[in-house]
């Protein structure tokens, strides 16, 4: 099946320093998602992309959809505390077959922000 | 509004046994997706339903079921449990299928099977 490599695992920043996190895969996706989860609550998507070499932001954070579609990146830039939590990036493969897209996640980047 | 809504928040199983979840989607919203989360797995894609018809599926045993009702409530039922399905539930709702830009997760259903 489709896997993504969601890197680095963790990282810990100094407070205003810039993020980066990407995810690759062998195969090629249709729709980049980022998420943010924080402990005990449901994701939360921060972006979604569609097409091959977009780049979106949201606020301090941008995210780009890879023009090989087998990769996708997102920075945030200035960090805050508030920007603790696990991230993570998804992509929706091909049509499958019988009428089925799949949603593939990464395992995670969990960030750490020293204050 | 209201966000969305799963119940249970917790539950506890024993292997064996079968177990439905529920997912109250945000107001207007069609599409109700749900999705297993484990430390060793991480979030993994069960299905989407869109106006009560699944529309994707992903890899997972037929033991894990669901429906979608006409208010677009959503249930997710999961037959003869095993240990290894212990995992936190969660649910998103959307206004359009395939994961728009309007999706919002629910807080989880944690099942545990013992």
């Known amino acids: 099946g489709q896997q993504l490599n969601q890197s680095p695992q963790s990282m810990f920043i100094q407070e205003g320093e810039d993020v980066s996190m990407n995810c690759t895969s062998s195969?090629?996706?249709?729709?980049w998602l980022w998420y943010k989860q924080d402990p005990g609550e449901g994701p939360v998507l921060l972006i979604a992309?569609?097409?091959?070499?977009e780049l979106t932001s949201n606020g301090r954070l941008t995210a780009q959809f890879g023009i090989t579609r087998k990769d996708s990146f997102l920075n945030i830039s200035a960090s805050i505390p508030s920007d603790v939590g696990i991230y993570f990036c998804?992509?929706?493969?091909?049509?499958?077959?019988?009428?089925?897209?799949?949603?593939?996640f990464g395992k995670g980047t969990k960030l750490s922000v020293i204050p | 509004k209201a966000g969305v809504t799963q119940t249970p928040r917790y539950l506890i199983k024993t292997r064996g046994q079968q177990v439905t979840l529920s997912c109250s989607p945000i107001?207007?919203?069609?599409?109700v997706s749900w999705y297993q989360q484990t430390p060793g797995q991480g979030l993994q894609f069960l299905f989407e339903?869109?106006?009560?018809?699944?529309?994707n599926k992903g890899n997972f045993p037929g033991r894990f079921s669901g429906r979608q009702f006409s208010n677009s409530r959503s249930e997710m039922n999961v037959s003869t449990l095993e240990l290894g399905d212990s995992a936190l539930y969660l649910c998103?709702?959307?206004?359009?299928?395939?994961?728009?830009?309007?999706?919002?997760f629910g807080p989880g259903t944690r099942l545990t099977v013992t």
């Open positions: 998103a709702s959307s206004l359009v299928p395939l994961w728009g830009d309007e999706q919002y």
């Open positions: 195969s090629i996706f249709n729709t």
């Open positions: 992309l569609y097409k091959a070499g």
């Open positions: 998804a992509g929706q493969g091909s049509y499958s077959g019988a009428g089925s897209y799949q949603l593939t």
């Open positions: 107001s207007g919203h069609r599409s």
């Open positions: 339903y869109f106006s009560e018809t699944q529309r």
